[in-house]
């Protein structure tokens, strides 16, 4: 691999461990407003405790947790009217595999140009040859980590009908075993969940905490 690109390929790496952590929550986070409100969250099919004050509920999950209920109650800006819910998971990379595999497609992207260059009656000097490395570093780490990185479970958004101001939604979730197994003792992984009704919102995390 051409030393020049050594550099910024670990810039990338380090890059994608930042945006794996990340994942489902920060960046995807909607301000809360005034009138909506997250009023409680409960579970079923796992031990775990809501904090009321940070509408956060910790659910601690263990090698034999499959398939996960919450009840998430709401109040609502009115008494009856639409609700937006969307849940967005967490998502975890396998980035153990991620040098080797990583190798083998920077490897056949990179000679695949070349053969193609030549092919074509290109000239393969220092400047096409570098421009052919770095494009095949780019689409190699975008393809790795596309190719290793597992959500705990489908995210989704979906439209409802309220009445009486209230409204509890019933989250039932099965745990990808792929992304579950990637999950180191102690580790955690939070998902969102965002109601809506009209410009009114509220969050709440769901922490999923291996133990």
């Given at each position: 691999?051409?030393?020049?690109?050594?550099g910024w390929i670990g810039f990338l790496v380090i890059t994608i461990?930042?945006?794996?952590?990340?994942?489902?929550?920060?960046?995807i986070l909607k301000t809360s407003t005034s009138g909506t409100a997250?009023?409680?969250?409960?579970?079923?099919?796992?031990?775990?405790?809501?904090?009321?004050?940070?509408?956060?509920?910790?659910?601690?999950?263990?090698?034999?947790?499959?398939?996960?209920?919450?009840?998430?109650?709401?109040?609502?800006?009115?008494?009856?009217?639409?609700?937006?819910?969307?849940?967005?998971?967490?998502?975890?990379?396998?980035?153990?595999?991620?040098?080797?595999?990583?190798?083998?497609l920077y490897n056949k992207i990179y000679n695949d140009s070349v053969?193609?260059?030549?092919?074509?009656?290109?000239?393969?000097?220092?400047?096409?040859?570098?421009?052919?490395?770095?494009?095949?570093?780019?689409?190699?780490?975008?393809?790795?980590?596309?190719?290793?990185?597992?959500?705990?479970?489908?995210?989704?958004?979906?439209?409802?009908?309220?009445?009486?101001?209230?409204?509890?939604?019933?989250?039932?979730?099965?745990?990808?075993?792929?992304?579950?197994?990637?999950?180191?003792?102690?580790?955690?992984?939070?998902?969102?969940?965002?109601?809506?009704?009209?410009?009114?919102?509220?969050?709440?995390?769901?922490?999923?905490?291996?133990?």
């Open positions: 691999m051409p030393s020049n690109l050594k461990i930042i945006i794996g952590g990340a994942f489902g929550t920060s960046h997250i009023s409680g969250i409960t579970a079923s099919g796992v031990n775990g405790y809501y904090d009321s004050a940070n509408q956060t509920y910790v659910a601690n999950v263990t090698q034999s947790t499959s398939n996960v209920t919450f009840s998430i109650s709401m109040t609502l800006t009115s008494a009856s009217g639409a609700l937006n819910i969307s849940v967005v998971s967490p998502a975890i990379e396998n980035l153990s595999a991620f040098n080797s595999t990583f190798t083998t053969n193609q260059t030549l092919k074509n009656g290109g000239t393969l000097n220092a400047t096409v040859n570098a421009s052919l490395a770095e494009n095949a570093t780019i689409l190699a780490t975008t393809y790795a980590h596309q190719n290793l990185t597992y959500s705990m479970f489908p995210s989704f958004s979906k439209d409802v009908s309220f009445t009486g101001g209230v409204y509890t939604f019933n989250l039932t979730v099965e745990l990808n075993a792929t992304a579950f197994s990637l999950i180191t003792s102690g580790q955690q992984l939070s998902a969102v969940v965002n109601a809506a009704v009209g410009s009114s919102s509220a969050n709440a995390i769901i922490v999923f905490s291996k133990v």
